[in-house]
């Protein structure tokens, strides 16, 4: 089984609905992720949480909101989408005792907002 | 600022040539870390290598090397003798120690080995 899943792989919705974009890991990790890829523009990061209480903003957050239900749990919502937020998502994970915090990225989300 | 800057937006090769991916980067940080990924065509993203800003030790697996130079800020990545599996689009990143492990991605190369 993957270290790193996310759900759903593909979703394609409309202009104004509330979306929402799950990750889940058993690595153990404590650090979890969230990026967006844009063609030619790499992969920027939106959220990061470092534990469960301790959420911060990455480079793009506007737009979008974070839960961490749990350790192993990374949810990223977009409460309005729209047409701009088609993109692929990747969630990421690494390890805080790993002083590299080399991430660990799933298979991502394809989101196309119509 | 930090920056990763991937200059070749696209190379093709024929099979069995040698191909050499450039990374620079930017940052006034004395400790660091550099990464390369790997987005094959299904998407994932693959971790190949990780150095650190004090290692600057070229690296060699397989038909994957690594030449990481501090005076040019650059950490290159050479595949030799390419293979089909190859394509994929190549990032670069880099990482700020102490900087909760962020991760600044370059724009991505990406490589096509025709047979």
């Known amino acids: 089984d993957a270290d790193v899943t996310q759900t759903p792989r593909n979703r394609i919705t409309k202009t104004g609905k509330r979306i929402m974009l799950e990750c889940s890991q058993t690595?153990?990790?404590?650090?979890m992720y969230w990026y967006r890829q844009d063609p030619g523009l790499g992969l920027r990061l939106i959220y990061y949480?470092?534990?469960?209480?301790?959420?911060n903003k990455g480079e793009i957050s506007d737009g979008y909101s974070v839960s961490r239900q749990a350790q192993a749990k990374f949810s990223l919502s977009l409460e309005s989408a729209i047409p701009n937020q088609t993109a692929l998502y990747f969630c990421?994970?690494?390890?805080?005792?790993?002083?590299?915090?080399?991430?660990?990225f799933g298979p991502g989300t394809r989101l196309t907002v119509l | 600022a930090q920056k990763v800057t991937q200059a070749q937006t696209e190379i093709s090769v024929v099979e069995k040539e040698d191909v050499t991916l450039d990374c620079v980067y930017e940052?006034?940080?004395?400790?660091?870390?550099l990464f390369w990924y790997k987005q094959p065509p299904s998407g994932e993203l693959v971790f190949l290598i990780r150095?650190?800003?004090?290692?600057?030790q070229n690296e060699i697996s397989g038909r994957y090397s690594w030449n990481f130079q501090k005076s040019t800020s650059s950490f290159n990545f050479t595949i030799t003798a390419s293979q089909v599996v190859d394509s994929a689009v190549y990032f670069c990143?880099?990482?700020?120690?102490?900087?909760?492990?962020?991760?600044?991605f370059g724009q991505g190369t990406e490589l096509s080995v025709k047979p």
């Open positions: 990421a994970t690494s390890d805080f005792s790993d002083r590299t915090d080399t991430q660990y």
């Open positions: 150095r650190n800003s004090f290692d600057e």
């Open positions: 990143a880099l990482s700020i120690y102490n900087q909760g492990g962020k991760l600044i």
């Open positions: 690595k153990g990790h404590d650090r």
């Open positions: 940052t006034r940080d004395t400790t660091y870390y």
């Open positions: 949480s470092f534990d469960v209480k301790d959420i």
